[in-house]
């Protein structure tokens, strides 16, 4: 693993995420570092759809390409997507989770990580580099609101991760039904 991926969202959370990723499964977003070795790693967007091999891992194919409201999967075929600080960059999350719902199998795990508005600021206020692209950072307990509004998938946890001082993080797991 290369010395950038190190220290990534997913490296930070990579202990509380990881006993959910059994099977097949997409990692969102995944910069080249997926949360698993057999995660299929997705970046949004590159363009047309292409494949290229991992630089830390020739083996590991990445997909860039594509849509996160439109993913290359039929329905209910993979038993988990993982997405690490990615949904936050979508307004309309709507769209986006009935998407990534419709392709985990019942029985399957939605794991996300993001930001929580609130410690997002506080992190902005000590100088952590702002992100452009963010239009609807969250809080413990949105995510699990949406799925049940959606009736597609059971929360198992939603909490603040509370991992290291500083941390921002919200971690959301559910269940598809």
């Known amino acids: 693993m290369s010395k950038g991926h190190e220290n990534s969202e997913t490296a930070k959370y990579r202990h509380l995420t990881v006993p959910y990723c059994n ?3 997409v990692d969102i ?4 570092s997926p949360v698993v070795p057999w995660a299929i790693s997705m970046d949004l967007p590159r363009g047309e759809f292409a ?11 990445i997909h860039y390409g594509g ?9 209910a075929t993979l038993d988990f997507l993982y997405s690490s600080h990615l949904l936050e960059d979508f307004f309309d999350w709507d769209p986006v989770l009935t998407e ?18 609130a410690l997002w600021k506080a992190a902005l206020d000590r100088g952590q580099p702002p992100n452009c692209a963010h239009t609807h950072e969250s809080r413990a307990g949105e995510l699990s609101e949406y799925f049940r509004r959606l ?20 971690l959301f797991m559910g269940r598809k039904l």
């Not at 849509?67 to 329905?75: I, T």
């Not at 009736?151 to 919200?170: A, K, M, R």
């Open 23 to 25: 099977g097949n499964g």
């Open 29 to 32: 977003g995944s910069g080249g």
């Open 51 to 61: 494949t290229y091999h991992s630089e830390h891992d020739p083996r590991h194919a």
């Open 151 to 170: 009736g597609t998938v059971e929360p198992v946890i939603d909490v603040l991760t509370n991992q290291f001082e500083g941390d921002y993080t919200v």
């Open 100 to 117: 990534w719902a419709r392709v985990v199998k019942p029985g399957g795990y939605i794991i996300i990580l993001v930001p929580d508005k």
């Open 67 to 75: 849509d996160a409201k439109n993913l290359p999967f039929k329905d």
